[in-house]
């Protein structure tokens, strides 16, 4: 069955090869299969919250954290995009450009260029912008950067939210949206107020 799911602008449309990963074959709505996903979401959560080795900036653990949240919804949770996306790289360019990532992201901590926050949100920009698996990279990149700030640097993890579901649309979705363009082009201070630094 195909679903026509009505994604918000600023996400990115699966196409119908990425369409045939999912597990679900009666979803025939956007609500559908945002529930599904919620759940997974949950279950994922808890592994996260049970597993005791966190390597935050490790390729492995990545993948495999984006396939504990998804897993159970998309086939190709954990495996890197394969096709071009209205947002993100090349493809081809994925594995190099995270690679460059966590070396950046390892340096920063090691000489404390930047503030825990800071890299925290630097860090979410980056792999978003990168934009690594066919779905799932906001709620993802969000996942990750509150467990490198909170079991990595023993901090507290980012309010994103504030109250407000970031999933649809809203006044802070088009914020972090419009602050994540800026951050494209270099200009950090949007996403900063975003989240309050
Ligand atoms: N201009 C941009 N630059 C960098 N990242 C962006 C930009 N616009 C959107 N994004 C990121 O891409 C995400 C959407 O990608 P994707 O659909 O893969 O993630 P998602 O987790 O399914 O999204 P959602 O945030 O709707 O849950 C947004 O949440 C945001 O983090
Ligand atoms: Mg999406």
Same mark, same amino acid.
């Given at each position: /069955?195909?679903?026509?799911?009505?994604?918000?602008? $600023? #996400?990115?449309? =699966?196409?119908?090869?990425?369409?045939?990963?999912?597990?679900?074959?009666? %979803?025939?709505?956007?609500? +559908?299969?945002?529930?599904?996903?919620? %759940? @997974?979401?949950? @279950?994922? =959560?808890?592994?996260? #919250?049970?597993?005791?080795?966190?390597?935050?900036?490790? +390729?492995?653990?990545?993948?495999?954290?984006? &396939?504990?949240? *998804?897993?159970?919804?998309?086939?190709? #949770?954990?495996?890197?995009? &394969?096709?071009? &996306?209205?947002?993100?790289?090349?493809?081809?360019?994925?594995? %190099?450009?995270?690679?460059? =990532?966590?070396?950046?992201? +390892?340096?920063?901590?090691?000489?404390?260029?930047? &503030?825990?926050?800071?890299?925290?949100?630097? *860090?979410?920009?980056?792999?978003?912008?990168?934009?690594?698996?066919?779905?799932?990279?906001?709620?993802?990149?969000?996942?990750?950067?509150?467990?490198?700030?909170?079991? %990595?640097?023993?901090? +507290?993890?980012?309010?994103?939210?504030?109250?407000? $579901?970031?999933?649809? /649309?809203?006044?802070?979705?088009?914020?972090?949206?419009?602050?994540?363009?800026?951050?494209?082009?270099?200009?950090?201070?949007?996403? *900063?107020? *975003?989240?309050? =630094?």
């Amino acid at each position: /069955m195909t679903v026509s799911i009505d994604y918000p602008d $600023d #996400a990115t449309p =699966l196409d119908p090869g990425e369409m045939e990963g999912l597990r679900y074959k009666h %979803v025939t709505t956007r609500g +559908e299969l945002d529930h599904l996903e919620q %759940v @997974n979401i949950q @279950n994922g =959560l808890q592994w996260l #919250a049970r597993r005791k080795k966190i390597d935050a900036l490790d +390729e492995k653990f990545i993948r495999e954290l984006h &396939k504990r949240l *998804f897993g159970e919804v998309w086939k190709w #949770a954990g495996e890197f995009r &394969k096709t071009e &996306k209205n947002l993100g790289v090349d493809p081809l360019q994925i594995s %190099v450009q995270l690679r460059t =990532l966590l070396g950046d992201v +390892e340096y920063w901590i090691e000489n404390g260029t930047y &503030k825990p926050k800071e890299i925290g949100i630097r *860090f979410h920009h980056r792999l978003v912008h990168i934009h690594l698996f066919p779905n799932g990279n906001g709620r993802h990149a969000r996942i990750l950067a509150d467990t490198l700030l909170n079991r %990595v640097l023993g901090e +507290e993890p980012i309010d994103w939210v504030r109250g407000v $579901d970031l999933q649809s /649309m809203n006044e802070r979705r088009s914020e972090y949206i419009t602050a994540l363009g800026k951050a494209d082009r270099g200009d950090y201070d949007p996403l *900063f107020k *975003f989240i309050n =630094l």
